[in-house]
């Protein structure tokens, strides 16, 4: 069956469109990637902006299409922490669905972060503890897994966006801005040490991660193929941490299209992954491209083929 998933997000708008088997087997079609922002605001004013809502129908309208276009027989629609806390998501939603008939589901907390280790963890050996790490805008999910048996799940309220409006400085990361955010992170994610037993490695996702792997790989523009399942160590995190402080954002230009519309948002999400690895005592992390959308269409396979 031909699904096309949709990961709504605080900071991106997401749509996989794949083939998928009722046995888990998944042939991706096409990939389609926007960044508008909806929840910019939101964390102060509990609101969706009028022109987010607008910049939201136009991608989901696109998306609409495209996924006619490529013959889906499905559009799936998931919202992440911004319809979580956004006091209008409810408007939001019927407005979205009265202009393109697509119907977004809120997921709580525990179900993206259910759905983002099926997806992130599709084609890596789940015999082993598994920690998934998925930096989003709003909120930042781990989850640690061994085959079926769930050891710790549980959604953090904080994500790069977060971070960009309460920690970063408007022209660049400042020093001072690490020290903060590290304060912050090292408090918010200090209930990973309760975990009973420690994951023997980890899975990240996100933009954020496939960002930084992509640096360190020397890429300027995204390759999903040249950067899943490679390992990102804390010292590549920290080597490229170190690069960003004072760095304007106007000149993350010189890394390439990678970077692009993540500029300010880079540095928070690099102290994030290092701070869930070091209280997770692992050296780094390997880099899944799939996720929460992915999850999306074995969930529905499993429960619909």
Known sequence: MRIAAIDSGTNTLLMLIADVQKNGEVQIIKEFHNMPRA???VFTTKLIREEKISAL???YSKYRAAAAEFGAEKIIAGGTNVFRIAENA???????KNATGIEIKVLTGEEEAELSFLGATADFNR???????DIGGGSTEVTCKKDNNLIFKKSFPTGVVTIRENFVGKEHLSSDNLSEIYSHTRDIFSDLKAISVFPEAAVAIAGTPTTLISMAKGLVKYDAKAIHKEFLSIE???KLLQQFINLPFGQYSKYGKIVAGREDLMGGGSAILKTV?????LNGAF?????????????YAEENL
């Not at 015999?127 to 790490?133: K, N, P």
């Not at 690895?277 to 005592?281: D, Q, S």
């Open 39 to 41: 929840g910019e605001g």
């Open 57 to 59: 129908i136009d991608i």
């Open 90 to 96: 409810k408007k939001v939603i019927e407005k979205v």
């Open 127 to 133: 015999s082993h503890l598994l920690a998934v790490i």
């Open 236 to 238: 590549m995190i920290e």
């Open 277 to 281: 690895l070091e209280v997770l005592n």
């Open 287 to 299: 880099v899944s491209t799939t996720g929460l959308r992915y999850g999306m269409v074995l969930k």
